[in-house]
Structures are given as C-alpha cells and as structure tokens.
C-alpha cells in the first residue's frame, strides 16, 4: 500500500493567498528553519489575509516562507534581507517563480541593514537563528523601524519578554518555538 510521502527538507508551501499551496525550494544550510505551517496559519490568522498597501520586512528571511505569504496576501512591499548566496539565490527563483514583483531581496547581514536603514515598515517578521544570539538586538533595532501602528512578529527558543512600551497582542508556541505579535502599547 503506498504511504503519503514526508514533507522534504528544503522545502515549503505557501499556506494562503493568492499562492495558496505553491511549493517553494530553499537549499538545506545549517540554521536555515522555516516558520512551520500551523505557526504561520496562525500569524496571518491574527494579522489578517490582506495586506493590502502593507509594507513588510522579512529580516533573517532563510527560506523566505514570512516574507512570501505576506506577498501572497498583497503586501504592497516585501523586504528580504539574507546574508547567506546560496539562500538569497533561493529567495530569487522563488520570487520569479511565484512572479512577485512586490518582493525586493537584499543579501546583506540583517543586522547592519537595519542600524542604517531610515525605512519604516507596517510588519516586521523577526526570526533569527535559534542559535546566533541575536534576538534581543534585532527585536531594539526593529523598535525604531516600526510604523506607528505597526507590527513585529517575533519567533524564538525563549520566552518572549515585549520590550518597554510595547505589548503582547498574541503568542504561542509549538514544538521548540515560541511565537509573539507585539504591538505599541
């Protein structure tokens, strides 16, 4: 009797919108860990499925599975920043293939990016490797890149503490990960 296959590592599917069930390939590199798909359907379930004129940053974008569901919702933008070649060239077929013009891939470390950036965004997607230590200092630097009424999405190991003036709007977890909106409060 034939069995279901397993999901394969380095890859992921776009859970909703406009590319609902669109499988995306991302190359196996140590670190590299998608937003699990019941975490994501949660996310978008409390941010909303249009995104509509939304700008968005996906940080330590990886596969890039934030960053494409909030383009398939019709984000207005989508900032990608990845450090890894081989990662942002994986980003880039994917944007092709999913035809997602809204999608700007940028292969710089996250951290730098940030500190000299004078953008703003509605949505920030925070989801550094578990491993690198570097949640506390992307989630002060994100602080200052956040729209007045915007969002930060914050995915870790740890449990999630909002920073001063800042609240939690909803939180989970699954499996290792902790997940966290945080919202001005």
């Known amino acids: 009797?034939?069995?279901?296959?397993?999901?394969?590592?380095?890859?992921?599917?776009?859970?909703?919108?406009?590319?609902?069930?669109?499988?995306?390939?991302?190359?196996?590199?140590?670190?590299?860990?998608?937003?699990?798909?019941?975490?994501?359907?949660?996310?978008?379930?409390?941010?909303?499925?249009d995104l509509a004129g939304m700008s968005c940053l996906d940080a330590f974008a990886g596969s890039g599975a934030l960053g494409f569901e909030a383009a398939s919702r019709?984000?207005?933008?989508?900032?990608m920043l990845e450090s890894s070649h081989a990662a942002c060239e994986a980003l880039r077929q994917n944007?092709?293939?999913?035809?997602?013009?809204?999608?700007?891939?940028?292969?710089?470390?996250?951290?730098?990016?940030?500190?000299?950036?004078?953008?703003?965004?509605?949505?920030?997607?925070?989801?550094?490797?578990?491993?690198?230590?570097l949640h506390e200092q992307a989630l002060a630097l994100a602080l200052g890149l956040l729209k007045p009424?915007?969002?930060?999405?914050?995915e870790q190991a740890d449990r999630i503490v909002p920073p001063e003036g800042f609240i939690i709007h909803r939180e989970g977890r699954a499996g290792q990960s902790r997940f966290a909106l945080l919202r001005r409060s």
């Open 1 to 49: 009797m034939p069995t279901k296959p397993a999901r394969h590592a380095g890859q992921v599917r776009i859970i909703g919108g406009e590319h609902r069930r669109r499988l995306l390939h991302f190359p196996d590199l140590p670190g590299l860990r998608p937003t699990p798909d019941r975490v994501r359907e949660t996310l978008f379930n409390w941010l909303g499925q």
């Open 95 to 133: 944007r092709d293939l999913l035809k997602a013009g809204c999608v700007e891939i940028r292969q710089t470390e996250a951290l730098g990016w940030m500190r000299s950036t004078p953008e703003r965004f509605d949505i920030i997607f925070l989801d550094p490797p578990f491993a690198s230590g």
């Open 149 to 154: 009424a915007g969002w930060i999405y914050l």
């Open 74 to 79: 019709h984000a207005a933008r989508v900032v």
